[in-house]
Each structure stands twice: as structure tokens, then as C-alpha cells.
């Protein structure tokens, strides 16, 4: 199909041809979707068909004057005094559904009199027949019939027939979108508003794959600000809305390339940010990650991805397609166990990488402990050197077993880089790693991080110590909650306490942010940035 875009900020326009048979309009809330949508209908003659649940079923005032639409073929069916059923109608869905008993009933009255003369005519599927057939099957244990030139309903727990007024808002939508779509002219491209309004996102996309499958002739044309919507459409054009010039009547969009390697999700994130990217690990509820960083970096959209593997690949990616999005992103991954080497590889490539271990490390930075002791009146010195103590011991006892994770962690990725060489026969694989057994000396390699880790509990050395510790019970173990002097103990009644501070955003909640940012040890034009993104808050 082939779709003329409407103007752009500049005045230019396009010829978008494709062969997809959706063609997906996204974009932020009040970016001018619906608008744009409304210039496409405009200029695709009679090909163009309107649908809107919300309007069908709640706006008695609307009337689609659009040719061809519901409205229109409702009135031309009852614009004669010699009609079948009563055509009084409120809504566009009361319209749809008299005008599916209307050619029912003509349908019927057809094949009487064609089955006199000819008895081996068959009576054919008719519209409602398909639309009955496909909303039982979503709704199954429900039941519709055609009583005495009505439509009813009955539920398998109650046999009392009643009228399509006592449908719920999602039974309705699911009807209208089926007889709709059954009445657009032949290869129309079908507008569909908000296709997700009243369906449990449980259904939304069996729905949508089924009503697809109606109208295999048609393009389906949606209007969404839902993501997850959005992506599940497989075979789909993207046309990204960014925003709207009311008065010169242009929009800032795109057309969105292939994914280029990015997963659904990563690559709508594109639609609906306005700001630059923050990919993170964790998910979207329940780690720390989501809870704290989008209060750290208010001016960036967050978004949590898993694991740190996904972090970087969708971060390259990402900033690989600069030149279309033109918004800046980074990426944060925890330190773990990464040598000097490899943070500064991935710091090269934009993602950031703290100066701590782990997530919760960086909860127990110095600046951010004496923050929560003051704001609960405690001695933020008392506090610290208290807190500085219990993790010192802590790192002690555990400083063999975390050494030895050091040094697993360093053979490993020794091994996965060097195991790549070209080899000839099987017998020099085996000489080259039995070479490298040598040349990589683990023992060697476990005392030296042994003599290091040492050195920094022998001198005290607290921010060492985050940096390289990976324990995930700290918090709770350095009981720095309750020294702290938070009601509720524990690892969630501390991080509680933070995320109140940052979201009050006062000069408490500046200085833990100034604290993570420090923690990252990013280069000066970096650093500069994410800076003047947060005071420009």
C-alpha cells in the first residue's frame, strides 16, 4: 500500500510504500497521534475506514460523515419509510447492531425466496453469523441469539436472556470491532483508534489477531500510545509521532528502520521516550535498580532490561541509531567483579560502571550513610564509623571465598578470549589450553587478590572494599538501618528511607545523587552532562 505522509516540520512530505499489513502510529500522549491519523483518512479518498470504541460506545452526539463508515451505511439502510426493524439508535455500536440483524433479516428473506425455485441453494454465513462465531470464542460460556429481530445475550451461570445494553464495556468493544471491521469496503485500510480501550491486556492481542484475520484484504492502521501493543503486531510499518505544530499544521516523526538487532521492547522505547535513555539491570518492580536510579537521573528514561548482557547490547544498539532518534543514552551495569580493564571498556562504549561492586554497595557509599543518620537525627560520624566497622569485619571474614570469586571470575574471561584462535587439529587445541592453565597460574592469581584484599582491611579501606565486596546481604548485616535510626529495620526499611529523600528532591537528596554520579568515575565531559541534566531539573 501505498501511504502519502502528512508534512513535515520543514514542509516536505513522503510516498511511504510497504508490505506490511499493519502500519503501527505511536508516540507520547499529546504528541498528535490522533491528528495525524486524521490527515492520513483525509487523503486516502474512499479507502479509508474509522473505527473508535470509545466513541462507538459512549459519544451519542458522534456521527462518522466518513463514506462508507458505519454511520453512513446505517443511513442509507433505514433512510426508507419501508424498513424491517426499528432503526432508532443513540450509538454508532446500537447502529452496528441493527444494522447487522437489518441484513440478517434480509439475508434470510433473500434465501426463501431463492430456495423455492431452487432447493439445492445453501444458506451462507452471513456477517453476524462470523461475528457471533468469533466473540463466543472469546468470551466462551457466553452466548448470543437472534430473538424476534433482537440480539441477546446469555451467560452459562444465568440462561436469562438480556439485551447488548448489559454487555460489559469489554464485551461491547469486542463485538463492535468485529462487526466493523466486516462492513469496511473491500481493501480498505482500517483506522483503528486505541485498539486496546476496554480489553484486559490478557485478550488484547488474541482479539487483534482474530479481528486480523477477519479482513485478510485489508491494512490495518492503529493509533496507540501502547507499547506492549505495538510490539505484538509482527508484520507492521512503525510510524513514530513525535509532536505537533498546531498552528503550521506539521508533525516532527519518523519512520521507524528495521530493528537492527533490538528486541521488541527495547526498540519501542525509542517511541515512547522524550528524553535520553538509561538502560539498567533489574525489572521494572521489584529490584533496586528501578526503584533508585529513576530518582537519581530524573531527566532520563529509565528502563530496567534484566540482566547486564542485555544492558550493553541494547545500549550499542541504541546509540548505533543516533542519527535517527538523535537522543543520547547510557547504560549502568554493576561493577562485579570486573577488572580495571573492562570497566573502561564498557565506559568507552557508554556505559556506566560504579566504582562499587553491586547495587546495594552503592546504598552503603559514606555521603549516603551520614545523609540518612542526619535526616533521622543520628551522629552521622558516630554512624558511619560504626557502619565502616561492621563492613570491615565482614570483608574480613569473607575474604578468601571472595577472592577466590575474583579469581574464577578473571580465568574465565581469560579463557573465553583466548579459547578464540584459529586451530588446525584437535591436538593443538589441547596444547593451547593446556599452555594456558600456565600462563594464567590461578593459584598465583588467588594469593595476589588475597595480598590485596588484605591491604585494604589492614588500612581501613571502606570505599576498596565496596568495590571489589560482592555481598548482597550488607545492608542488613551492617545493621546500618537501625544505627540510623529508620523505624522500619532491615535492607527495605533503609532503601525506603533514601528513596524519601530523593523524592522530597531538597539539598539531602542532591547530595546522594552527587554521590552515586561520583561513584561512577566517568570522564569530565560525561560527568558534565549528567550533571546539567539533573540540575536542569
Avoid at 546509540?319 to 573502561?344: C, K, P, T, W
Wanted: hydrophobic share 40%; net charge neutral; glycine share 4%.
Amino acid at each position: 500500500m501505498d501511504i502519502l505522509l502528512p508534512p513535515r516540520e520543514n514542509g516536505e512530505r513522503e510516498n511511504m510504500t510497504f508490505d506490511a499489513r499493519q502500519v503501527i502510529i505511536v508516540g507520547a500522549n499529546g504528541a498528535g497521534k490522533t491528528r495525524f491519523a486524521d490527515y492520513l483518512i483525509s487523503g486516502m479518498e474512499n479507502r479509508s475506514f474509522r473505527m473508535s470504541a470509545l466513541q462507538a460506545l459512549y459519544d451519542t452526539r458522534a456521527n462518522d460523515e466518513l463514506r462508507g463508515s458505519i454511520d453512513d451505511l446505517y443511513n442509507k439502510a433505514f433512510s426508507d419509510t419501508d424498513i424491517i426493524i426499528d432503526s432508532r439508535a443513540t450509538s454508532q455500536f446500537e447502529r452496528l447492531m441493527r444494522l447487522l440483524i437489518h441484513d440478517e433479516m434480509l439475508n434470510l428473506m433473500t434465501y426463501k425466496v431463492n430456495v423455492a425455485s431452487d432447493p439445492s441453494i445453501r444458506l451462507m454465513p452471513t456477517r453476524l453469523d462470523k461475528v457471533i462465531a468469533l466473540w463466543q470464542n472469546v468470551f466462551p460460556g457466553n452466548k448470543a441469539l437472534v430473538e424476534n429481530g433482537k440480539l441477546l445475550f446469555t451467560r452459562k451461570e444465568d440462561h436469562k436472556a438480556y439485551s447488548s445494553l448489559r454487555l460489559s464495556a469489554g464485551e461491547k468493544a469486542v463485538m463492535y470491532y468485529a462487526g466493523a471491521i466486516l462492513y469496511a469496503m473491500e481493501g480498505a485500510a482500517i483506522f483503528v483508534d486505541n485498539p486496546g480501550m476496554f480489553l484486559h491486556p490478557s485478550i488484547m492481542h488474541s482479539v487483534w489477531n482474530h479481528l486480523e484475520e477477519l479482513r485478510p484484504d485489508c491494512t490495518f492502521i492503529y493509533t496507540t500510545h501502547d507499547l506492549d501493543f505495538a510490539s505484538s503486531r509482527t508484520d507492521s510499518a512503525v510510524i513514530w509521532v513525535r509532536d505537533y505544530d498546531a498552528e503550521k499544521v506539521t508533525w516532527d516523526y519518523r519512520v521507524l528502520p528495521s530493528h537492527a538487532g533490538l528486541s521488541d521492547d527495547i526498540y519501542l522505547t525509542i517511541i515512547g521516550a522524550r528524553k535520553p535513555v538509561l538502560f539498567i539491570e533489574g525489572d521494572e518492580t521489584r529490584s533496586i535498580d528501578s526503584k533508585l536510579y529513576p530518582l537519581i537521573f530524573p531527566q532520563f528514561t529509565v528502563k530496567p532490561l534484566g540482566s547486564c548482557n542485555k544492558v550493553i547490547e541494547a545500549t550499542r544498539a541504541f546509540n548505533d541509531l543516533v542519527a535517527f532518534h538523535q537522543m543520547d543514552s547510557y547504560g549502568i551495569v554493576d561493577r562485579d567483579r570486573r577488572d580495571a580493564g573492562e570497566v573502561q571498556y564498557l565506559r568507552r562504549k557508554k556505559i556506566l560502571v560504579p566504582d562499587v561492586a553491586e547495587i546495594e554497595n552503592l546504598l552503603m557509599l559514606e555521603n549516603i550513610v551520614r545523609v540518612v543518620a542526619h535526616r533521622h537525627g543520628k551522629d552521622a560520624n558516630q554512624v558511619f564509623r560504626k557502619v565502616k566497622m561492621s563492613i570491615i569485619d565482614q570483608f574480613r571474614q569473607d575474604l578468601r571465598q571472595q577472592a577466590l570469586l575474583h579469581t574464577r571470575h578473571r580465568v574465565k574471561r581469560t579463557v573465553e578470549h583466548r579459547i578464540d584462535g584459529r586451530f588446525t587439529n584437535i591436538n593443538s587445541l589441547e596444547d593451547h589450553i593446556n599452555d594456558l592453565v600456565q600462563e594464567i597460574n590461578p593459584r598465583g592469581l588467588y594469593e595476589a587478590f588475597c595480598r590485596e584484599f588484605h591491604k585494604y582491611v589492614d588500612a581501613g579501606d571502606y570505599k576498596s572494599i565496596l568495590r571489589v565486596y560482592n555481598q548482597k546481604s550488607m545492608i542488613a548485616s551492617s545493621n546500618v538501618a537501625a544505627l540510623c535510626g529508620v523505624n522500619r529495620k532491615g535492607k527495605d526499611g533503609y532503601l525506603q528511607s533514601i528513596i524519601y529523600i530523593l523524592k522530597e528532591d531538597g539539598k539531602d537528596a542532591q547530595r546522594i545523587r552527587q554521590a552515586v554520579i561520583n561513584s561512577f568515575n566517568i570522564d569530565d565531559a560525561t560527568f558534565s552532562s549528567l550533571k546539567n541534566e539533573i540540575q536542569d531539573e
